[in-house]
C-alpha cells in the first residue's frame, strides 16, 4: 500500500499548519476591530462631529464665563475633553455607542424633568421672572411720567432683524448736540455718526444693523412701543407718539433703608416681603413686578388647600381616569374585535377592510379633531342633521363627555386593530385547535388561550395608551375647549383633564405661573408612574404564568 506523498507539492498537509508547517496563529495575527483601517470618510465625520463639539462647547462657555458659574464651566470642559479623549483613541468601543445616547437621554429627558422639578418649588412666572434688582428696575420705569423741563427727542422706530417680529428700538436724536443714540430696555447707547443717516429735523432714516419702521408697520406695533421703556440714569425714554419721545422722571422710588418702594406723588409705600419675592403695601396691595424666589412646598398644598382649586381638581382627576380608561379599553376591545374578524380564514377581502378601517390612524388627528367639533355643533352639526335630533352636545356634562370619548374611540381604533393584528397572527393555531379538540367553545377558546396571549403582548402597549390619553391635551382642547363650564367656576368645564385644568390655572389668568403648573405637572406625574408601576408588576406576573 503506497503512502501520499509529501513535499511542497503535495495536496495534503498536517492538520492545523499552513503549508510551509508554521502555526496560522502565529504566522498571520488575526485583525481586530481596533486595528481596522480608518476610510476618508469614516476620518471626515469624526473630525466633522469632533469640531462640531468643539464649536458648541465654545458657545456654551461664554455664558458660563458671564454669569461667572465656574462649577458649569468645569464641567463643561472635562465632558469635551472627555468625548475628544474617548473618539480620539481606538480603546473603549462599548462607549463610543453608549456615550451619545446617554447625553441625549440626559439632555432630553433627565433635566427637562429636573427643571420642572426645581420649578415646581419657586414663584417663577410673570412679574416673578428675574431677581430683585430687576424688578426694582421694572418699577422704577414702569411709573416714569413726563414733567415740566423733561428732555424730548426726536424719534424713529426700528428693529434688529424683521419689522414685523424683531426687537423693537428707539433711535433718538438729542437735539441740542445732533448725538443720535439707540436704546433698548438695557439702556441708551451712542451710535457713530457715520452709520446713520438723520433728516431734516432730526429722526433717524437709516442706521446701520437695523430695519427702520415705516408709519404704517409702526402703527401696526403701537402697543409694544408704547410698553417700551428705555431705562437712563436718571429716569427713563418712553415713547410719545411714532416720532417723539421723552425722558420722564420715575414717580416710583427704591429706598434701602426701609427696604420699600414709595410712590412720590401719593407717598404710598410697598415693603419688600422676601419670601414671596414681592412689594406688599400695608393694605396687601401688590406691586406687579416681582421677583423669583423658593416658595417651598406652597404651589402643592395650594392644590390641596385652596378650596377654589382642590374640589375642581377632585373632580377633574376623576373625570381623568374615565376618560383615560374608557379612551384606553375602548379602543383596545374595538380593535381587537375587527382583528379578530378580519383573522378568521372564513373572511374574504380583508386586504381591502383593512385599508379602510386604517384611513383614521392616517390623517391629521388634530384636523379630525377640528372636523368633529363641527359635527357635533348643535345648529348645523351634521350629528343632529343625520339622525333628526336636537341635542347642544357640548352644552350638558355627560353628553360633552360621550362626545369627547366617541371622538378617541374613532381616532385610536386603527392602532389598536393594527397591534392585534400583529399579536393574532404571532400566536400559533395549534393552540386554539387543540382546545377545539378538547371540547372547548370559541368563546372559551378565546378566552383561555387568545385573550391570555393577546394580553402578554399587547399590556406594554395598553399602558403607554393611557399614559398618552391621561395627558391627551388636544383631545379636549380642539374639540371641547373643556366646555361646558358651571357658572360658578368658569375656570374647571366638564371635560377638562388634569392637563388642560392645569393649562388654564397657570395660563389662562392672571398671567403665566410657572411654578404652580410645574407642581401640578409632578402631580400627574406621580399618578401616572404609580399606575404605570402597579400595570407593568401585573404584566410581568401574567407572563411567568403563560411563559
Known amino acids: ?8 507539492g503535495s495536496a495534503t498537509q498536517a492538520p492545523g499548519r499552513e503549508p510551509d508547517g508554521s502555526h496560522p496563529a502565529r504566522s498571520r495575527p488575526s485583525r481586530t476591530r481596533d486595528d481596522a483601517p480608518i476610510t476618508l470618510t469614516g476620518l471626515a465625520g469624526k473630525v466633522l462631529l469632533l469640531g462640531l463639539t468643539a464649536g458648541v462647547a465654545v458657545w456654551a462657555a461664554f455664558p458660563l464665563v458671564a454669569a461667572g458659574m465656574w462649577a458649569g464651566l468645569a464641567l463643561l470642559a472635562a465632558s469635551t475633553a472627555g ?9 473603549h468601543i462599548p462607549a463610543k455607542y453608549l456615550v451619545p445616547g446617554t447625553l441625549f437621554l440626559i439632555a432630553f429627558q433627565v433635566f427637562p424633568v429636573l427643571y420642572t422639578a426645581s420649578t415646581a418649588f419657586t414663584n417663577f412666572g410673570d412679574g416673578h421672572r428675574g431677581s430683585k434688582d430687576d424688578a426694582i428696575v421694572a418699577i422704577a420705569s414702569s411709573s ?8 424730548e427727542y426726536a424719534l424713529s422706530i426700528a428693529t434688529k432683524g424683521d419689522p414685523a417680529t ?6 433718538v436724536t438729542d437735539p441740542g448736540t445732533g448725538t443720535v443714540s439707540v436704546g433698548d430696555t438695557d439702556g441708551l447707547r451712542r451710535l457713530d455718526p457715520a452709520d446713520v443717516t438723520v433728516a431734516t429735523g432730526g429722526r433717524v432714516t437709516a442706521a446701520d444693523g437695523y430695519t427702520v419702521l415705516t408709519v404704517g408697520q409702526a402703527s401696526s406695533r403701537s402697543k409694544e412701543i408704547t410698553d417700551l421703556v428705555v431705562p437712563t440714569p436718571g429716569g427713563a ?4 407718539g411714532l416720532s417723539r419721545a421723552y425722558e420722564g422722571k420715575a414717580v416710583r422710588a427704591y429706598e434701602a433703608g426701609c427696604d420699600c418702594v414709595r410712590d412720590a406723588e401719593t407717598g404710598r409705600t410697598w415693603t419688600a416681603d422676601d419670601e414671596a419675592g414681592a412689594f406688599v403695601a400695608a393694605d396687601g396691595e401688590r406691586l406687579a413686578q416681582g421677583w423669583k424666589v423658593n416658595v417651598g412646598l406652597t ?6 388647600t385652596d378650596e377654589n382649586i382642590s374640589g375642581p381638581f377632585l373632580g377633574s382627576l376623576i373625570w381623568n381616569f374615565a376618560f383615560a380608561i374608557g379612551s384606553t379599553g375602548g379602543t383596545f376591545l374595538l380593535g381587537m374585535l375587527i382583528a379578530l374578524v378580519l383573522h378568521s380564514p372564513r373572511m374574504r377581502g380583508t386586504n381591502l377592510y383593512r385599508v379602510v378601517l386604517v384611513l383614521p390612524y392616517a390623517m391629521p388627528s388634530f384636523a379630525m379633531l377640528l372636523a368633529w367639533r363641527d359635527m357635533f355643533n348643535a345648529d348645523f352639526g351634521l350629528i343632529n342633521n343625520l339622525f333628526g335630533v336636537n341635542v347642544d352636545w ?3 356634562a355627560w353628553t360633552a363627555r360621550f362626545a369627547v370619548i366617541l371622538v378617541q374611540l374613532w381616532l385610536g381604533y386603527p392602532y389598536m386593530f393594527l397591534v392585534a393584528t400583529g399579536a393574532l397572527q404571532a400566536i400559533p393555531r395549534e393552540l386554539t385547535e387543540a382546545t377545539a379538540v378538547d371540547g372547548a367553545s370559541p368563546w372559551q377558546s378565546f378566552r383561555a388561550v387568545t385573550l391570555p396571549l393577546l394580553l402578554v403582548a399587547l399590556s406594554p402597549l395598553l399602558i403607554s395608551s393611557f399614559a398618552f390619553n391621561f395627558n391627551n391635551f388636544n383631545a379636549i382642547y380642539l374639540t371641547t375647549e373643556g366646555a361646558p363650564f358651571p357658572a360658578d367656576n368658569p375656570a374647571n368645564g366638564a371635560t377638562d383633564l388634569l392637563i388642560t385644568y392645569t393649562y388654564r390655572l397657570a395660563f389662562g389668568g392672571q398671567g403665566a405661573q410657572f411654578g404652580f403648573a410645574a407642581a401640578i405637572s409632578l402631580f400627574i406625574f406621580a399618578i401616572v408612574a404609580v399606575v404605570s408601576a402597579i400595570s407593568f408588576r401585573r404584566t410581568r406576573k401574567q407572563e411567568e404564568v403563560y411563559a
Do not use: C, E, I
Open 237 to 240: 425714554v418712553r415713547s410719545s
Open 299 to 304: 404651589n402643592f398644598t395650594r392644590v390641596l
Open 394 to 396: 357640548f352644552g350638558q
Open 83 to 91: 468625548l475628544f479623549y474617548l473618539y480620539l483613541t481606538r480603546r
Open 1 to 8: 500500500m503506497s503512502t501520499p506523498l509529501s513535499g511542497p
Open 144 to 151: 416714569v411720567t413726563q414733567v415740566p423741563g423733561s428732555a
Open 166 to 171: 424683531g426687537a423693537l428700538v428707539f433711535l
